[in-house]
């Protein structure tokens, strides 16, 4: 066998190889753009205008945190509802980025529903006051709210009801999700700049 065969047969594995790492790059990146995308948004979740369903979560302090939709001493103009899971790295990170956002948004409620491990959250928004962190036992809120992947995010409007939702992988698209509803609405948000555009799937006219 001659070197020259043995060194074009190595090449062509090389290449092959090569391939098969490209393919795979690319079927993700073509998952995650369906996942985002407005078809998908539809299926992912509960259908807009569905009546937000109640929250009982559990902090990491021991307390326990009752969310009531109807509770007319709750003067939010929106509730932006966080989903995590164990199994969702960049959860921890999202809620780091998104720290400050009861400070620029002063009008809106914000609450991340853990899957598990509230503590890990709880750490990375505690410098900031705004946010109801905690976690149910064996995920009934995620199963409560169709969610069974994350980050997702809902917005609940005055009415109470879901008025957008999405697929969310930084503060931005939090806050795209937001500005929405409260423009929607006619609400006051968030001052200074403007944010990018992104496509919102959103029940609010």
Request: a negative charge; proline letters at 4%.
């Amino acid at each position: 066998m001659s070197s020259a065969w043995v060194i074009s047969m190595i090449l062509l594995w090389l290449v092959v190889i090569l391939l098969m790492i490209l393919v795979l790059l690319l079927y993700r990146q073509f998952g995650l753009t369906y996942l985002s995308s407005r078809d998908r948004l539809r299926m992912y979740g509960m259908d807009l205008g569905t009546q937000a369903r109640p929250i009982a979560l559990t902090g990491p302090d021991g307390l326990e945190h009752k969310i009531d939709w109807h509770d007319s001493s709750s003067q939010a103009a929106a509730t932006v509802v966080l989903f995590a899971l164990p199994s969702c790295p960049i959860c921890a990170v999202l809620a780091e980025e998104t720290v400050d956002l009861p400070r620029r948004w002063p009008t809106s409620r914000f609450i991340w529903v853990d899957g598990l491990d509230s503590v890990r959250l709880a750490r990375a928004v505690d410098a900031a006051p705004g946010w109801v962190v905690g976690s149910a036992e064996h995920n009934e809120v995620h199963r409560a709210w169709d969610v069974s992947g994350a980050p997702f995010a809902y917005v609940v409007g005055r009415s109470a009801r879901i008025d957008a939702k999405g697929v969310v992988n930084s503060a931005t698209d939090v806050e795209q999700l937001l500005a929405h509803v409260l423009h929607a609405q006619g609400d006051v948000g968030r001052s200074g700049e403007s944010l990018p555009e992104r496509s919102v799937e959103s029940r609010v006219q």
